[in-house]
């Protein structure tokens, strides 16, 4: 079984929208038709888009730190909008894992943008069909490309590698090796959705160093501390003058 | 959530449909069991007649909710999986038989088909009544369970959902069969309002205990598990974008908590006491009640859109946890 699926780095994601902007061009000119925006000159404007890049504020100033967090369809193994859906339009791939809509079958009832907690599913307002992130199948899987085009848009754009791509369901692939290492986790884990798609959280490098750590507790020159101390106006050379 | 008003017409008007055929079953059943007194067939069949308006005019409804009404027949695929999918299949299915049970009793042609202990006939009429009795208490429950079924909208979770969709819409459709049975059999005036008021009360008592319910939810999903980041303090900054979105059409009602409130309060007013006062008063007057009980189905059909709509902007979609902030 293969479970494909995206990897998001929050400890390296600066939020520069990249993967939206390339999500977008690569998915408006695709073959299922364009990704429709409304008024996007006018007031008001409004669009569908497969992924977004939004900003969180963690914690009370002085002690904030802002957090970029894309989003986009987590390709759920349990995909709660799959059952829901009345025609069978909405559908996973058995072979990939990818979670689908067959927009020719799709009678646009919004039913499945309702079960998905996520919110990641987007009603095209002028083709009026449910739309999504297809993880770019006609990327991953298009023979025309050279093999290192064969990622998603969004993984090809990302500037600071955020975006991992690969089979989580294989526990060497980088995805499943980030998700090990760096401590991967799920969104909304409550709803037992197991969401394919994984976070990495953000990392600090921090050192624990002890006081001891710095000055020797066993330092012979401390046990003899009853050595005289240099005077405050004598020239001190470390240990030459202090004797 | 967004409550729309095509799904609001659909509830409440195949609701109301739905109850005032059980109500001619019933009362079709207890004449035939000689509890009541026999009644022509333009009676049931004019009472059909008003429930087939009401269900086709709320499947009429139903098509504006729809991007492509014109692929609505693929809708019945997926049965297996889908609470939408049943509804799409039993509501035609009511249809079909309200129809036929209408034109059995408008033309006249009603063979005895076999007749049980105690010399009870079973005519062709009462056992297509049964039958659509009970599908009609499915399409309750499909219907119901459409929004049951979704776990993480804790509001409508639970199986007072069900129970409320159900006696709701049988206390409308008794309503309406009492103010029908005032138009053209007087004698089931009592009847029909009787059961109109009980069912109005057990109504009252299931949709206020998922209004106790719904007031002491906890959400499950927070900020926390949205995002996995483990901090009481987190604040949206940026949703990503600055015009409108599917997510923050869909999913808010947009209204202030005092229009939230005080639809609550015009719904547990006009559905129940009103409704109720009007009845008890039919039931114990002895002129003509036409008018009143049907300004009790008006005001009682009124009240229950805006339980709908109700119904629909308490719900809290955990998406929303990530439309918080524009800029």
Not at chain 1, 2 to 28: F, M, P, R, Y
Not at chain 1, 201 to 227: A, C, M, V, Y
């Given at each position: 079984?293969?479970?494909?699926?995206?990897v998001?780095?929050?400890?390296?994601?600066?939020g520069?929208?990249?993967?939206?902007?390339?999500?977008?061009?690569?998915?408006?000119s695709?073959?299922?038709?364009?990704?429709?925006?409304?008024?996007?000159?006018?007031?008001?404007?409004?669009?569908?888009f497969?992924?977004?890049?939004?900003?969180?504020?963690?914690?009370?100033?002085?002690?904030?730190?802002?957090?970029?967090?894309?989003k986009?369809?987590?390709?759920?193994?349990?995909p709660?909008?799959?059952?829901?859906c009345?025609?069978?339009?909405?559908?996973?791939?058995?072979?990939?894992?990818?979670v689908?809509v067959?927009?020719?079958?799709?009678?646009?009832?919004?039913?499945?943008?309702?079960?998905?907690?996520?919110?990641?599913?987007?009603?095209?307002?002028?083709?009026?069909?449910?739309?999504?992130?297809?993880?770019?199948?006609?990327?991953i899987?298009?023979?025309?490309?050279e093999?290192a085009?064969?990622?998603?848009?969004?993984?090809?754009a990302?500037?600071?590698?955020?975006?991992l791509?690969?089979?989580i369901?294989?526990?060497?692939?980088?995805?499943?090796?980030?998700?090990?290492?760096?401590g991967?986790?799920q969104?909304m884990?409550?709803?037992?959705?197991?969401?394919a798609?994984?976070?990495?959280?953000?990392r600090?490098?921090?050192?624990?160093?002890?006081?001891?750590?710095?000055?020797?507790?066993?330092n012979?020159?401390k046990?003899?501390?009853k050595?005289?101390?240099?005077?405050?106006?004598?020239?001190?050379?470390?240990?030459?003058?202090?004797w | 959530?967004?409550?729309?008003?095509?799904?609001?017409?659909?509830?409440?008007l195949?609701?109301?449909?739905?109850?005032?055929?059980i109500?001619l079953?019933?009362v079709?059943?207890y004449?035939?069991?000689?509890?009541?007194?026999?009644?022509?067939?333009?009676?049931?069949?004019?009472?059909?007649?008003?429930?087939?308006?009401?269900?086709?005019l709320?499947?009429?409804?139903?098509?504006?909710?729809?991007?492509?009404?014109?692929?609505?027949?693929?809708?019945?695929?997926?049965?297996?999986?889908?609470?939408?999918?049943?509804?799409?299949i039993?509501?035609p299915?009511?249809?079909?038989?309200?129809?036929?049970?209408?034109?059995?009793h408008l033309?006249?042609?009603?063979?005895?088909?076999?007749?049980?202990?105690?010399?009870?006939?079973?005519?062709?009429?009462?056992?297509?009544?049964?039958i659509?009795?009970?599908?009609a208490?499915?399409?309750?429950?499909?219907t119901?369970?459409?929004?049951?079924?979704?776990?993480?909208?804790?509001?409508?979770?639970?199986?007072?959902?069900v129970?409320?969709?159900?006696?709701?819409?049988?206390a409308?459709?008794?309503?309406?069969?009492?103010?029908?049975?005032?138009?053209?059999?007087?004698?089931?005036?009592?009847?029909?309002?009787?059961?109109?008021?009980?069912?109005?009360?057990?109504?009252?008592?299931?949709?206020?205990?998922?209004?106790?319910?719904?007031?002491?939810?906890?959400?499950?999903?927070?900020?926390?598990?949205?995002?996995?980041?483990?901090?009481?303090?987190?604040?949206?900054?940026?949703?990503?974008?600055?015009?409108?979105?599917?997510?923050?059409?869909?999913?808010?009602?947009?209204?202030?908590?005092?229009?939230?409130?005080?639809?609550?309060?015009?719904?547990?007013?006009g559905?129940?006491?009103?409704?109720?006062?009007l009845l008890?008063?039919?039931i114990?007057?002895?002129?003509?009640v036409?008018?009143?009980?049907?300004?009790?189905?008006?005001?009682?059909?009124?009240?229950?859109?805006?339980?709908?709509?109700?119904?629909?902007?308490?719900?809290?979609?955990?998406?929303?946890?990530?439309?918080q902030?524009?800029?």
């Amino acid at each position: 079984m293969t479970q494909l699926a995206l990897v998001i780095d929050l400890n390296v994601c600066v939020g520069c929208h990249a993967c939206v902007t390339s999500c977008k061009e690569w998915n408006t000119s695709g073959g299922a038709g364009p990704l429709v925006d409304q008024r996007p000159y006018d007031e008001d404007p409004t669009g569908t888009f497969f992924n977004r890049v939004q900003t969180f504020e963690v914690g009370e100033f002085p002690n904030t730190e802002t957090v970029h967090f894309p989003k986009s369809c987590l390709h759920c193994e349990e995909p709660p909008c799959v059952p829901v859906c009345p025609t069978g339009a909405s559908y996973k791939r058995p072979e990939d894992g990818i979670v689908l809509v067959d927009y020719d079958k799709c009678i646009g009832c919004k039913y499945c943008s309702w079960a998905c907690p996520y919110g990641v599913r987007e009603i095209d307002e002028s083709r009026k069909e449910m739309t999504k992130c297809t993880l770019c199948v006609d990327r991953i899987h298009n023979p025309t490309f050279e093999e290192a085009d064969r990622l998603p848009a969004c993984v090809k754009a990302c500037p600071t590698n955020a975006r991992l791509y690969g089979d989580i369901h294989d526990p060497n692939s980088v995805v499943s090796v980030a998700i090990r290492e760096a401590g991967g986790y799920q969104l909304m884990p409550e709803w037992g959705t197991k969401p394919a798609n994984h976070y990495l959280p953000r990392r600090k490098t921090r050192i624990t160093i002890r006081e001891e750590e710095l000055e020797r507790s066993d330092n012979p020159l401390k046990i003899d501390s009853k050595l005289p101390r240099p005077g405050r106006d004598e020239p001190s050379l470390d240990d030459v003058t202090s004797w | 959530m967004h409550p729309a008003f095509s799904v609001i017409f659909l509830t409440t008007l195949i609701g109301a449909g739905q109850g005032l055929f059980i109500a001619l079953s019933l009362v079709e059943s207890y004449a035939a069991l000689r509890l009541l007194p026999e009644h022509g067939g333009h009676y049931y069949a004019t009472g059909a007649g008003i429930s087939l308006v009401l269900l086709v005019l709320g499947l009429f409804a139903s098509f504006f909710h729809l991007g492509h009404p014109e692929r609505a027949w693929r809708a019945a695929a997926q049965w297996r999986t889908s609470w939408l999918s049943r509804e799409v299949i039993v509501l035609p299915a009511l249809m079909g038989i309200v129809f036929l049970y209408g034109v059995i009793h408008l033309i006249g042609i009603n063979p005895v088909l076999f007749t049980l202990p105690g010399n009870v006939a079973v005519p062709l009429s009462l056992l297509l009544a049964l039958i659509g009795a009970l599908v009609a208490i499915a399409l309750y429950v499909t219907t119901a369970m459409i929004y049951a079924c979704l776990r993480f909208l804790q509001e409508w979770h639970s199986p007072l959902t069900v129970a409320n969709y159900t006696l709701l819409g049988l206390a409308s459709g008794f309503t309406l069969a009492a103010a029908q049975a005032a138009f053209m059999a007087v004698e089931l005036v009592h009847f029909l309002s009787v059961g109109a008021v009980v069912l109005t009360v057990l109504a009252f008592f299931s949709r206020v205990a998922s209004l106790i319910r719904n007031a002491r939810l906890k959400p499950k999903s927070t900020l926390q598990t949205a995002t996995g980041i483990k901090h009481p303090n987190i604040v949206q900054k940026s949703q990503g974008f600055m015009g409108g979105s599917f997510n923050t059409r869909e999913f808010f009602h947009g209204m202030s908590e005092m229009f939230v409130k005080s639809v609550k309060w015009i719904f547990l007013i006009g559905v129940f006491p009103i409704p109720l006062i009007l009845l008890l008063t039919a039931i114990f007057s002895r002129g003509d009640v036409s008018t009143l009980l049907a300004t009790a189905f008006v005001i009682q059909y009124l009240g229950l859109v805006a339980e709908r709509w109700f119904f629909f902007a308490q719900a809290r979609h955990p998406q929303n946890l990530y439309y918080q902030s524009v800029a």
